[in-house]
C-alpha cells in the first residue's frame, strides 16, 4: 500500500503530536507515524503522571546548547502563556506548583487527550504501531518504507526525541536519520540525572539514603558554570533530587561539584557565636540546623566528636567545620545513565537547521524538533516548552 501526504511526522510524543496537530489545521495533509503500541509514554509518566507540561518562566537563559541563541525565535513566536491557553480551551485544571511549573490537576492524561483532539481537529492519519525501515527520496518526495506499507511526502518531520527512559522506546533514531543526510550532531549524553560516587568516596554517606534537604549546588566555570538553589537528595548510590539533577546537565567528568548544605548561613561564624549561649554538643548544635542523620555521619566522616561541648572546641575547629559545610567539594564518577536521565543533551546540531522553520539547511523539507535537536532545558516543564515552540515553528513553515 503506498500514500502520499504534505507532511510526514516520525514519532508521536509531546513535538510530534503538536507540530502534526498545527499542520494539519493548516490545511496539510499529515500522517504521524510511531513504533510504539501505547500513545506518549514520555508525557504519561512525566511530573509524576501529572506532566508538568510547562514553565511561566521559560526562556532562552533556561536551556543548554552549543548554540545557546539558536532557541530564542521559536520560543518568542510560541510561549509558555499560549500553550497555557490550548489547555484552557480543552478546560483541563492546573495549578502552579514550583517557580512556575504547571501541572496537571488531574492526570497527564488530560494533555494526551487534548493533543489527540488537536490532531483530530486537523485531520490527522495515523501509522501506529509502525516501524520505519528506511528513509530516502524519490523524486521531489522523501520516501519512508514502514511495516504499514511505503508513505510519500513533500515534508519530513523527525520528533522521536532522544536516548532517555529507553522504557518508554527511546533511539538514537533522530541521531541515524541527521547522518544519513550527511547533517552534524552534537555528542549525546544523559542530562537531568542522578549522579553516582566511587565506592570508597560514598561510603560514609551510603546510610544516608532517603535524605533530603534544601542547598545551593554549582559546577562548572565561565558560560559552562550551573548553580541551582533546590532540594538535595542522598541515595545508597549518590546524589539526587532536584538540585542534582539540574547540575548534572552542567557537569562534565572529572570535575567537582561544590555543595553549600546551609545555603542562608555563615556556619562557622554562627557556630563561633554560640559557644557563649549554649552547653549543647557539637552534635546536637548541627542537628539544629541539618538532619540528625546527617550532622552524625557528617562529624564522624570528619572525625569530629559529637558529643564534644561546643563552648570547648577551638574557634579555629569550628572556622573549618563551618567552611566544610558551607563549600562542601566531591567529585562524582559518573550518572545513572540513560536509564534514569529525564533527558538526553546533545543532538542535532542546531548549525545544521533554520531556527525559524527547524529545517535542515542542506535537505529542504526535512525539519527535526524537540529533543532530538541540541537544545536542553532545564528541570520544571522548560523541555516541554521547547517541545511545543520547536514544533509550532516548523509546522508553521511547511
Not at 507540561?53 to 520560543?75: E, I, K, M, V, W
Not at 492546573?94 to 492524561?109: M, N, P, T, W
Not at 533530603?212 to 542522598?234: C, S, V, W, Y
Not at 537544545?375 to 523541555?383: A, H, I, P, S
Request: charged share 20%.
Amino acid at each position: 500500500m503506498t500514500a502520499t501526504f504534505d507532511v510526514a511526522v516520525i514519532g508521536a510524543g509531546a513535538a510530534g503530536l503538536m507540530c502534526a496537530a498545527v499542520a494539519g489545521q493548516r490545511g496539510k495533509s499529515v500522517v504521524l507515524i510511531d513504533h510504539a503500541g501505547k500513545l506518549a509514554e514520555k508525557i504519561r509518566i512525566s511530573g509524576g503522571g501529572r506532566c508538568n507540561f510547562t514553565n511561566l518562566r521559560a526562556g532562552p537563559d533556561n536551556y543548554l546548547s552549543h548554540n545557546p541563541h539558536f532557541c530564542r525565535s521559536a520560543l518568542a513566536r510560541y510561549t509558555p502563556q499560549d500553550f497555557v491557553a490550548l489547555v484552557r480551551r480543552h478546560r483541563i485544571a492546573y495549578h502552579e506548583k514550583h517557580k512556575g511549573q504547571l501541572f496537571c490537576d488531574h492526570s497527564a492524561e488530560d494533555i494526551i487527550a487534548m493533543l489527540r483532539a488537536e490532531c483530530a481537529a486537523g485531520a490527522v492519519q495515523w501509522r501506529m504501531p509502525c516501524r520505519v525501515a528506511a528513509i530516502g527520496r524519490a523524486g521531489a518526495l522523501f520516501r519512508i518504507d514502514t511495516s504499514a506499507g511505503v508513505l510519500h511526502a513533500a515534508c519530513l518531520v523527525i520528533a522521536t526525541g532522544g536516548l532517555s527512559i529507553p522504557k518508554t522506546g527511546a533511539s538514537d533514531f533522530a541521531h541515524r536519520i541527521a547522518r544519513q543526510f550527511d547533517l552534524a550532531v552534537v555528542e549525546p549524553r544523559p542530562g537531568l540525572v542522578p549522579l553516582t560516587f566511587e565506592p570508597a568516596v560514598w561510603q560514609p554517606f551510603a546510610e544516608l539514603a532517603g535524605i533530603a534537604l534544601p542547598i545551593r549546588i554549582e559546577t562548572g566555570e565561565k558560560a559552562g558554570r550551573g548553580q541551582f538553589d533546590e532540594d538535595l537528595l542522598f541515595t545508597h548510590r549518590g546524589l539526587s533530587g532536584p538540585a542534582v539533577l539540574q547540575i548534572s546537565s552542567f557537569w562534565r567528568p572529572g570535575s567537582a561539584l561544590t555543595v553549600n548544605l546551609l545555603p542562608d548561613m555563615d556556619v562557622g561564624a554562627a557556630l563561633i557565636d554560640s559557644k557563649g549561649t549554649t552547653r549543647k554538643t557539637l552534635e546536637n548544635v548541627l542537628a539544629q540546623w541539618l538532619p540528625a542523620r546527617l550532622a552524625q555521619s557528617w562529624l564522624a566522616a570528619n572525625r569530629l566528636r559529637g558529643d564534644a561541648r561546643l563552648a570547648d572546641l577551638p574557634d579555629r575547629v569550628l572556622t573549618d567545620l563551618g567552611a566544610a559545610l558551607n563549600r562542601w567539594r566531591i567529585q562524582p564518577g559518573g550518572t545513572e545513565g540513560y536509564r534514569k536521565a529525564e533527558v538526553t543533551l546533545g543532538g542535532i546540531d542546531t548549525r545544521e537547521l533554520s531556527q525559524q522553520s527547524m529545517m535542515a539547511r542542506k535537505v529542504p523539507g526535512l525539519h527535526f524538533i524537540g529533543e532530538a535537536v541540541d537544545v536542553t532545558g532545564w528541570l520544571g516543564g522548560y523541555n516541554f516548552q521547547w517541545a511545543w515552540a520547536s514544533a509550532v515553528a516548523a509546522a508553521q513553515a511547511l
